[in-house]
């Protein structure tokens, strides 16, 4: 028989590539989804047809256990969270509440399931964000955690909790101390997307200008495709751990804009104009991973590079608007 999985987040990027990645190894993949008319949902049934959707919110306990109870996971990969940190500062109960707390209420969903016989293995969607103020370069499973914004705070209440119900329960139940990975899929409101869309809207004449917060922080950035992979690793690997997942190398937010511009054939300095206002109220300034464990424990590797990575979103979003598509339409998801 198959094996199930049961994913949470399955609208967002890393969803979709999980999901795609576990259908192809012969798993039966049923994601969660909230809302009553959610359109990021139906989205996603057009692009992913073998989902199964089952209806749930992190924000309510009962949801999660009817749906591990109908669902009978093999394993649980919970993705789901609000993960845009500028919206933690506006939103910051909501960001405890679904980000730290609904890691409660799901590893509660497999605890009660798992007492009545079943066997769920966990995956929790850490983040390099946990390492924010960073003690040490690169930053590995053994960095200390000082989180720079309520999301940051919410994951490592998440992690810990993980930790916890691994020593506790003896659950399988690991997390993934996730880099930031990119792709076509990105939400637009992130630093990559943004600057791949706006160089696109400027090279067919759509924009003029392309309007940017920060840009010295350093962020170790890698292809989503990839770190999927590594979430399915970690719960085939004979112990419950947890890994640093990233690229070893780290680039400036100007390094990717640069990089973005120069894909398309452009100048950056024309058109990137400072705003103060997208600046944050505190940043995290360098992250770089140290992935060693990952590679040597589960033989994982990324395999594509930050410059491939940058001329792969451009040209996508290129496509995309040349062929009249709108980045912000739930149909438009390249
Ligand atoms: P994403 O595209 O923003 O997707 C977030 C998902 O969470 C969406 O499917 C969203 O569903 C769901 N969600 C939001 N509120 C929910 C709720 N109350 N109940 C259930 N689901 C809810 O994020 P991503 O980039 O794929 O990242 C996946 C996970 O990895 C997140 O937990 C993120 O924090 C973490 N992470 C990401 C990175 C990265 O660089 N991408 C790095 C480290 C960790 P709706 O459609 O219903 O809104
Ligand atoms: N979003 C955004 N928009 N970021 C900007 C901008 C802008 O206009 N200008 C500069 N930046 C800088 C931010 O200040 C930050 O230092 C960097 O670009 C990256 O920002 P994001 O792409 O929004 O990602 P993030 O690093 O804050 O968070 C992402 O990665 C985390 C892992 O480290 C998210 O995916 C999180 O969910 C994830 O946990």
Redesign the pocket.
Known sequence: MARRALI????????SYLAEHLLASGYEVWG????QA?P??SRMRKLLADVQVVR????DQGSLISAVEKVQPDEVYN??????VPMSWEQAELTAE??GM?VLRMLEAIRVCSSRGASIRFYQ?????MFGQVSETPQNERTSFHPRSPYGVA?AYGHFLTQNYRESYGMFAVSGI?????SPR??AEFVTRKVSLGVARIKLGLASELKLGNLEARRDWGF?GDYVRAMHLMLQADTPEDYVIGTGRTHSVRELVEAAFVAAGLDWEQYVVGDQSLHRPAEVDLLCADPKKARTQLGWEPTVAFEELVAMMVESDLRLLTDGGDPDQDSSWP
């Open positions: 949470t987040g399955i609208t967002g990027q890393d969803g969660l989804a909230r809302g959610n990021r949902v749930g919110d992190l924000l993705l789901g969270a609000i993960s845009f679904v980000t609904g969607a850490s983040s390099s964000e994951k996730l880099f930031n990975h990119e990105r939400g989503a």
